[in-house]
């Protein structure tokens, strides 16, 4: 299994770091089997798991619940936790309580927290107390409220300068990672050459240290329009649906199930059933 440490060598060495997201079991399991280098266990889950409209509802305990799964189906990879919403904006003590529950109740290896400013003391309380951090700058889901929506961060020389600002402020705080969401690229490439933790970009070009996309939009699984950063490698849904729609024929029809799929009694047993 990497580690942190190894994650900062593959920047070093030029080697892409692949991510994605999982939220329980299979999606843990068939990424492990894949090859990832790294899951993240994203509150995104909120949306494209449970339904919800932004990452806001999303509770400590639906991290666990589902970090826990997803720790289940992958037992060798690296495994991050998002800090959902609120839950690292509380007092520092109450962070560390939060996150010393996602991490000693799921066994995953880090947590991630969005933006900087007030955030930045709390990632270097938790890095102190032997969390490693993964932050999170650009688009901030959890803040879309503030941010008035879903929209590209950073397009403006000022925006640009605090961004990168920011970032040196992260590493400086002790995260080990940095997650760049939905900034152009010329921004995103420059922030990785300005610091030395890799910079693992979604919807911020190739000019960073590594990709993350969301594992449901990556095999178009019921997550319907996607951004246009996302790019899908197949359409899992279609798939399925076309099976269901195949299975409910063949039950309405008869044609399933068949004898394969069929147990069958002794001769002498049935005499003594029926007589
Ligand atoms: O919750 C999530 O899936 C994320 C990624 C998009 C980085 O935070
Ligand atoms: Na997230």
């Given at each position: ?9 593959m ?11 999982a ?9 492990e089997?894949a090859?990832?280098?790294m899951?993240l ?45 609120m ?37 270097k ?20 409220g503030?941010?008035g ?5 950073g ?8 961004l ?35 910079v693992i970009?979604?919807g ?22 996607v951004?246009?950063?996302?790019k ?5 849904s ?23 799929h069929t ?8 005499q003594?059933?029926?007589?």
């Open positions: 299994m990497k580690q942190t440490t190894d994650f900062l060598k920047k070093e060495a030029g080697e892409k770091i692949a991510m994605v997201t939220y329980d079991y299979p999606s843990a399991k068939t990424a089997q090859g990832i280098d899951i266990v994203g509150d995104s889950l909120g949306m494209v798991v449970l339904g919800y409209e932004t990452t806001v509802p999303v509770t400590i305990n639906d991290m666990v619940h589902h970090s826990k799964a997803v720790r289940r189906g992958a037992t060798d990879t690296f495994i991050v936790v998002d800090m959902p919403f839950s690292y904006h509380v007092s520092t003590g109450d962070t560390l309580v939060n996150a010393a529950r996602i991490i000693q109740e799921t066994g995953a290896h880090a947590v991630k927290l969005e933006g900087a400013d007030e955030v930045l003391g709390k990632i309380a938790l890095t102190t107390a032997g969390v490693p951090v993964m932050a999170h700058l650009g688009l901030t889901p959890q803040s879309v503030v941010l929506g879903y929209k590209v961060q397009k403006d020389a000022e925006a640009a300068m605090k990168i600002e920011d970032a040196r402020l992260c590493e400086e705080a002790g995260a080990f990672a940095l997650v760049l969401e939905c900034v152009p690229k010329q921004l995103a490439a420059e922030v990785s050459s300005k610091i030395t933790i890799p970009g979604i911020a070009g190739s000019g960073v240290d590594g990709q993350v996309l969301v594992y449901h939009d990556l095999v178009g699984y019921g997550s319907g329009r951004p246009k950063f996302v899908q490698y197949g359409q899992a279609a798939n399925i649906t076309e099976m269901l729609g195949q299975y409910i024929s063949e039950v309405k029809t008869g044609q399933f199930p068949e004898t394969i147990f069958t009694m002794k001769e002498e047993e049935l003594a059933l029926y007589g």
